[in-house]
């Protein structure tokens, strides 16, 4: 299977919907890069959260950061201020900001004495980062033109951040982390490390299938 999970049609719907928002935005003077810079905040935000093992507020702002991520390309495309350069700033602090999250939950993990949760953590980081860079260097390079690349592959980025929501939410209303006495209730720990273990794996099949596609093309000059 090569194609994601979302595909460009829902991609398409879903950027339809945030663009009367976007506009919103917009008409209060912020500007497309603002938008970026705020969602970055957001993540950053989760990030502290989730170090300080509140993980319920870590799941919700970052579906808050997720939906705002979806403001600043709508409002660029509907104002005509669409430029590389703000298609750099998105692309670069979308990375730094899913990168700051998985760091607030190593840091949580390890607060919470579980180690493996943050080994999980880090492995999850690095899958994510492969999938991007896989993606980024494939159309440095010619192989994709446009955001064809986006396409491909099981688990993009919107794929894993919902994953990853859920499971800080389970982690946050089972207890989070930290080790319970009471055999009767149930922890945060296997829903969390499940969830990170999930978003390693597909991590990593969503690159072994981005890796396949550019050997797939035909050769470059």
């Given at each position: 299977m090569i194609g994601s999970i979302v595909s460009p049609e829902l991609r398409q719907r879903v950027r339809g919907l945030a663009t009367p928002i976007a506009v919103g935005f917009g008409?209060?003077?912020l500007s497309p890069n603002h938008l970026?810079?705020?969602g970055f905040g957001i993540a950053v935000v989760a990030a502290i959260a989730a170090g300080l093992q509140a993980w319920l507020?870590?799941?919700l702002l970052l579906i808050v950061g997720g939906v705002f991520d979806l403001f600043d390309g709508a409002l660029a495309k509907a104002t005509g201020k669409a430029s590389k350069l703000g298609a750099f700033m998105d692309s670069v602090f979308d990375?730094?900001?899913e990168g700051v999250v998985y760091v607030g939950i190593v840091a949580g993990c390890l607060a919470g004495a579980f180690d493996a949760g943050a080994v999980l953590a880090a492995a999850a980081m690095a899958g994510a980062f492969m999938v991007s860079y896989v993606?980024?260097?494939?159309?440095s390079l010619g192989f994709t033109a446009g955001t064809g690349m986006a396409a491909v592959g099981i688990a993009p980025r919107e794929v894993r951040?919902?994953?990853l929501t859920v499971g800080l939410i389970l982690a946050g209303i089972s207890g989070g982390v930290r080790v319970v006495d009471d055999p009767s209730v149930l922890a945060g720990r296997p829903s969390l490390g499940f969830v990170l273990g999930l978003i390693t794996f597909l991590a990593t099949i969503?690159?072994?299938q981005r890796i396949v596609f550019v050997i797939r093309q035909p050769p470059q000059e």
């Open positions: 008409r209060l003077g970026t810079l705020i507020a870590a799941g990375r730094a900001g993606r980024a260097k494939s159309e951040i919902v994953i969503t690159t072994i």
